[in-house]
């Protein structure tokens, strides 16, 4: 069975998420959420004055905050009688970057603090998101928090022809740093605050192509290293995850490739050899031709469901190796066959058994083209070869 993690992409960021970084959020060591709020997305409030000059933002969350000024975001954490600060401080940005509200929200927040009305705060506007503009030159900060677990994330907006070698982020109120499996993990007196891992991309032609991401640390602070990339278009390092799901049967499956189309929608190519494997009615092929078979499965954007899902061989074994989306969404399969039976179209450019295969599918999965050595265009109809 596979364990299928889809990452949560967003245009022309670099981003990462961290775990439990205001309290109310989970964490690794913290157990359930603690939060007065718990179904409600987190949001950010301009700084009115209730906090020090300093501040641009703010969110709030179990009695903890996440504090936002020009250089620096402060989180304040708390756990039973313990409370921190970690601090993350742009290292060599821009002191005089202005930070302002995105999608504004319809709740507002009233201060009636003492009985000085000179003091108090009232309307003060709640947004869902954060910019802090030119933080280094062609890049933006942007800050949010991702859906019901409120998991605080920022990302790096980086513009073509920007540096992001430039981001460095200086590391204090931690007990120590340390990566673990590519995230990066940061020790505090209420436990650990994680970054999770990186993943980079590129949207060529409506695909995103997949750029190796991972953090570097050096003492306490941290940057990316990035993989050579096209600098004239924008890069995304995206390291939060939306939805984690398994996939596939009761044997042996095994995922060979991937790609994600322009609306958010996985396509995953590989082989099978589950009699179950989970087929969509109306697929191309809904069972299993010999002992192995090639598969190709699409998912919804937010992970909770099969687009169409298909076998994809004949009587012996059949390997998906490779994968492609194209801007219509349909998608190319390559691998290799040891099936002399494996389905071929009429008028395919070689119908006789090589040991290779193309395949395309349109964007229902019902139709597909399959050829030995080329592939060729064909129109989005379904259950048809």
Not at 298 to 322: E, F, I, P, R
Request: net charge positive; charged share 20%; aromatic share 8%.
């Amino acid at each position: 069975m596979l364990n299928f993690t889809r990452r949560l992409l967003r245009a022309t960021a670099c981003s990462v998420a961290l775990i439990a970084a205001v309290p109310g959020v989970a964490s690794p060591s913290a157990g359930p959420a603690r939060s007065l709020n718990a179904n409600l997305p987190l949001t950010f409030e301009k700084n009115t004055g209730r906090y020090a000059k300093e501040v641009q933002f703010v969110a709030r969350s179990g009695g903890g905050a996440l504090f936002l000024t020009s250089r620096e975001m402060v989180l304040s954490l708390r756990k039973g009688d313990k409370s921190t600060a970690l601090r993350l401080k742009l290292q060599g940005s821009n002191a005089g970057a202005v930070a302002s509200g995105l999608d504004k929200q319809p709740g507002v927040v009233n201060y009636f603090l003492g009985n000085d009305a000179k003091k108090w705060r009232t309307n003060v506007p709640t947004y869902s998101r954060v910019k802090l503009a030119g933080v280094y030159p062609g890049i933006d900060l942007v800050t949010y928090g991702a859906g019901k677990s409120r998991t605080l994330e920022y990302d790096f907006v980086v513009k073509p022809g920007a540096d992001a070698s430039r981001i460095r982020m200086a590391v204090s109120g931690a007990k120590s740093l340390r990566t673990v499996g590519g995230k990066l993990i940061a020790s505090t007196a209420c436990g650990d605050v994680t970054l999770n891992r990186p993943y980079a991309y590129q949207t060529l032609n409506g695909v995103r192509k997949q750029v190796a991401c991972s953090f570097t640390l050096e003492r306490n602070a941290v940057g990316f290293q990035i993989a050579r990339y096209d600098a004239s278009r924008p890069l995304v390092v995206d390291p939060t995850l939306e939805y984690s799901t398994y996939l596939g049967g009761r044997a042996l499956d095994n995922c060979r490739s991937f790609a994600v189309d322009a609306a958010g929608a996985a396509y995953i190519a590989g082989y099978t050899e589950s009699g179950n494997y989970p087929a969509t009615s109306g697929a191309y092929d809904t069972s299993i031709g010999g002992t192995q078979d090639a598969m190709v499965t699409k998912l919804a954007a937010d992970g909770k469901s099969l687009v169409y899902s298909t076998y994809l061989g004949g009587g012996a074994l059949d390997y998906g190796q490779a994968l492609a989306v194209d801007s219509a969404g349909n998608a190319y399969i390559a691998g290799k066959t040891a099936s002399p039976d494996f389905p071929t179209s009429t008028d395919a450019f070689d119908t006789t058994y090589r040991k290779g295969l193309w395949a395309r599918g349109g964007q229902g999965g019902s139709r597909l083209r399959c050829r030995n050595h080329r592939l060729e265009r064909l129109p989005d109809e379904r259950r048809r070869l």
